[in-house]
């Protein structure tokens, strides 16, 4: 055949394109020959010449593992040779990761989110402060801002401080101080949209 006629698609498929098919070719070499000590030294260098086709990932702890797992894939399981390290099994590739477990805990008065509710409940170990006065009020605020996320209609300060004693079981909050004002929380809520939609529209009237 001449060669102007060989083209890629009339070769075996690349198995990693990132190394290149002279890397998969050297490989495939490797199961050619008899001798286990050569197809170790002849490991050991394509190894090394498929890191530095990589050197963005050298600082990774973990690079001569993944460079020595990818080597296997490449040569199909199929080369006896002894790997510095442990090797990924083909049979545990094939594996479908399993699912993340979804958090089962019940969260009362969900719009306020999980972190709302430690703090709420660290907050209810600490002792009495001005400090820890201070934090309620912080957070308070906070839970506004996210009940009104939520929720766009107005919100009383009450009902915020109440939802925070709900929550902590017991009345945490004992100075109930004014909060930030609906309006000025919607208004800031409301604020990156409307720079998007100004920044749209410069953006299209210097075309």
């Not at 945490?172 to 000025?184: A, G, S, Y």
Request: charged share 30%; aromatic share 8%; with cysteine.
């Amino acid at each position: 055949m001449n060669l102007t006629e060989y083209y890629n698609t009339q070769q075996n498929q690349l198995l990693m394109p990132e190394y290149g098919r002279n890397i998969q070719d050297l490989i495939s070499y490797v199961k050619t020959v008899e001798s286990k000590d050569k197809r170790n030294i002849m490991a050991k260098a394509i190894v090394t010449i498929m890191a530095n086709l990589t050197p963005s990932q050298k600082d990774n702890s973990d690079f001569r593992i993944k460079i020595w797992n990818h080597f296997a894939q490449l040569s199909n399981y199929e080369l006896d040779i002894d790997y510095p390290c442990e090797i990924i099994k083909k049979e545990d590739l094939a594996k479908k990761p399993s699912k993340l477990p979804y958090p089962t805990n019940n969260i009362k008065l969900k719009h306020y989110g999980a972190a709302a509710r430690d703090l709420i409940l660290k907050l209810k170990e600490m002792e009495e402060s001005e400090s820890k006065e201070a934090f309620i009020e912080m957070l308070a605020n906070h839970m506004k801002k996210l009940y009104l996320v939520w929720n766009k209609e107005a919100v009383s300060d009450e009902q915020i401080y109440f939802d925070i004693n709900e929550i902590a079981g017991t009345e945490l909050v004992k100075n109930k101080v004014k909060l930030n004002e609906t309006r000025d929380i919607l208004l800031k809520n409301q604020k990156p949209k409307q720079n998007n939609k100004q920044y749209r529209k410069n953006n299209h009237n210097k075309r």
